[in-house]
């Protein structure tokens, strides 16, 4: 910035001057009646943080306002760029204004949806309108107006934060009086640092007995008792927005305990003697199914035709149908027995007369 004053220069010229000196420059202004003028440079005016927050989704205004000096008689420049975090790396140039005619420079993301804020930047406002924030427009920009003789810039630090979103409120526990309870509040979204802050709606506020933490979103309850209960809200924010979510705690009588243990016996009791029928069941079924099996194999067995032990078994079906055939008879109280004899033919092409069959006493039938 070059900026600078009457009183300044003369104050300057008396210290740092020996009297002689003063005294010839004196005498010399005099005769060449030399007048010295103050002259006021470029000044941006603006006001406000150097580091803005804003949502995403929002529009956002980087402020960029500026007052030319009257020796400021040269043609208007404006530059808006962003600054690179690596030193030894170019700023991007994003938009500029140079004789009534705005420029987009090159193909930058963050070039999207950028203006200038008032209609027409000559007039002392060089503010820059970013239609729609997202992330990726968290950057380090720079608004730099020269107008010859005179230039002056501002820095300003844009953050784009995400808004949290409506949480989730849950009870850990069962809620029964004397025992551990947490209630839980939990953004899925939001840009940190979130801080989460329980308050009880109904019944009073928070007991001083209770424990939250606001980084985690946790109300805990070491010894629950009806003093307790309550309808809670829970809010969670950060630099940009806050949501909140509402839970009931109540405070629940816990059971007889001699009930359960009883049940918890009689329940143990139940199912053992159910396994031991079950057991036994199993064991019955397998012995009767054994004892069958061992009943069928003996009918096979008895059932089976016995070996032939007849040394001519090759004429078996010869021997069967020549066996005599023997019938009793009682005549006048003695009885008599007759023996006679059936032969059978087999019919052939040429017919053969047949041997009859002998009575063998050994085997009891004819051979």
Same mark, same amino acid.
């Given at each position: 910035?070059?900026?600078?004053s ?99 420079? @090159?193909?930058?993301?963050? #070039?999207?949806?950028?203006?200038? &804020?008032? $209609?027409?930047?000559?007039?002392g406002?060089? =503010?820059? /309108? ?69 308050r009880?709606?109904?019944? @009073?506020?928070?007991?001083? #007995?209770?424990?939250?933490?606001? &980084?985690? $979103?946790?109300l805990?309850?070491?010894?629950? =008792?009806? /003093? ?30 001699a ?50 032990s ?16 023997v ?41």
């Amino acid at each position: 910035m070059f900026r600078q004053s009457c009183s300044h220069l003369r104050t300057t010229f008396y210290f740092s001057s020996p009297p002689w000196f003063s005294i010839l420059l004196l005498s010399t202004s005099t005769l060449l009646s030399t007048e010295l003028r103050c002259t006021r440079g470029m000044l941006v005016t603006s006001e406000g943080p150097q580091t803005i927050q804003k949502a995403e989704g929002e529009r956002g205004t980087l402020g960029c306002n500026y007052t030319p000096s009257p020796s400021d008689t040269g043609e208007l420049d404006i530059e808006w760029s962003v600054i690179s975090p690596d030193t030894t790396q170019k700023d991007h140039m994003l938009m500029s204004y140079t004789s009534g005619t705005e420029y987009i420079h @090159g193909d930058h993301t963050l #070039a999207k949806g950028l203006t200038f &804020a008032a $209609g027409d930047p000559s007039v002392g406002d060089a =503010s820059l /309108s970013i239609a729609v924030l997202t992330p990726a427009h968290s950057a380090t920009y720079q608004c730099k107006v020269k107008k010859s003789p005179g230039v002056d810039m501002r820095k300003i630090s844009l953050v784009v934060m995400v808004k949290p979103s409506v949480p989730k409120c849950w009870v850990e526990g069962m809620e029964l009086v004397g025992e551990v309870v947490s209630l839980h509040c939990e953004s899925a979204r939001g840009s940190t640092p979130l801080k989460h802050t329980w308050r009880r709606e109904s019944g @009073g506020p928070v007991p001083t #007995a209770a424990t939250q933490n606001s &980084a985690t $979103g946790e109300l805990k309850i070491s010894n629950h =008792s009806q /003093s307790f209960a309550g309808i809670y809200l829970c809010e969670v924010n950060n630099a940009v927005g806050a949501e909140r979510c509402w839970i009931n705690l109540k405070a629940n009588k816990p059971p007889n305990r001699a009930a359960v243990i009883v049940g918890t016996v009689v329940g143990s009791l139940l199912l053992i003697f159910i396994l031991l029928v079950l057991i036994v069941l199993l064991f019955w079924k397998l012995s009767s199914r054994r004892r069958n099996e061992k009943e069928f194999s003996n009918e096979i067995r008895e059932d089976a035709p016995p070996p032939d032990s007849h040394p001519g078994s090759r004429h078996t079906s010869r021997s069967a149908s020549q066996r005599p055939q023997v019938s009793y008879c009682q005549v006048d109280g003695t009885e008599v027995s007759s023996f006679s004899e059936r032969q059978t033919h087999t019919p052939s092409s040429n017919s053969r007369r047949h041997t009859p069959a002998e009575y063998d006493t050994t085997y009891g039938y004819a051979v």
